[in-house]
């Protein structure tokens, strides 16, 4: 069936690196894709989206990409500060899957 | 803050059971979506509302319905109620029907719902 996935279930980083968080998808017709951050209590926010006609987007400290041809896409945290500590999780607009989620550690 | 609120914010009840969880959207949103989050797990789709309709069923049990009334408000009501109900359940709302572009979901803070 089709399925929003993520490769690692967690992921820990220094505070200052950048982080890269992966996400497949194995849906062809999803043209809209999102990013969302979950932390402990809170319901998920949005940080980030991306249309399929792009491969590259930016916003602030946050930039994903899109690889429609491995059905892949990436959200990139530069210079990860504690605040940035959550669960991330993508997901595609035509079924409103979402991946299981990254849990993102910085350790100061 | 995302606009959207939810209540209650924790229930605690028995096998058996039956429980109404609300949601309201932000305003002039028209699309009303429930989530069910287990622990450690990704979140499960449930089902969507359009402007008081239902467009869109995901992974939800005969057991649980919902409905969205002309206030747009929402209400998830879960019966028969098991041990392996307890979760968070999630209403989000978004301005548009899904599968559309921008359907950027804005989620309320969740109902934390432990069943004993």
């Known amino acids: 069936g089709e399925n929003v996935g993520l490769h690692l279930p967690t992921l820990s980083v220094q505070e200052g690196d950048n982080s890269i968080i992966n996400c497949a998808y194995s849906n062809s017709a999803s043209d809209y894709f999102i990013w969302y951050k979950q932390e402990s209590g809170k319901g998920p926010q949005f940080i980030i989206d991306?249309?399929?006609?792009?491969d590259k987007r930016q916003g602030q400290r946050v930039t994903v990409l899109l690889n429609k041809t491995v059905k892949h896409l990436s959200l990139q945290i530069a210079a990860t500060q504690p605040g940035d500590s959550a669960v991330y999780f993508c997901a595609e607009n035509r079924n409103m899957r979402f991946g299981a989620g990254t849990r993102l550690t910085v350790k100061p | 803050d995302s606009g959207v609120t939810q209540t209650p914010k924790h229930l605690i009840t028995a096998t058996g059971q039956r429980v109404t969880l609300r949601c309201s959207p932000r305003s002039g949103d028209l699309s009303v979506y429930w989530y069910q989050q287990s622990l450690d797990q990704g979140l499960q789709f449930l089902i969507q509302y359009y402007n008081g309709e239902e467009r869109a069923k995901g992974n939800i049990l005969e057991r649980f319905s919902a409905q969205q009334f002309p206030d747009l408000h929402s209400e998830l009501n879960l019966s028969s109620l098991e041990l392996g109900d307890s979760a968070l359940y999630f209403c989000?709302?978004?301005?548009?029907?899904?599968?559309?572009?921008?359907?950027?979901?804005?989620f309320g803070p969740g109902t934390r719902l432990t069943v004993l």
């Open positions: 989000a709302s978004s301005p548009r029907l899904a599968g559309g572009l921008y359907n950027e979901q804005f």
């Open positions: 991306i249309r399929s006609n792009m």
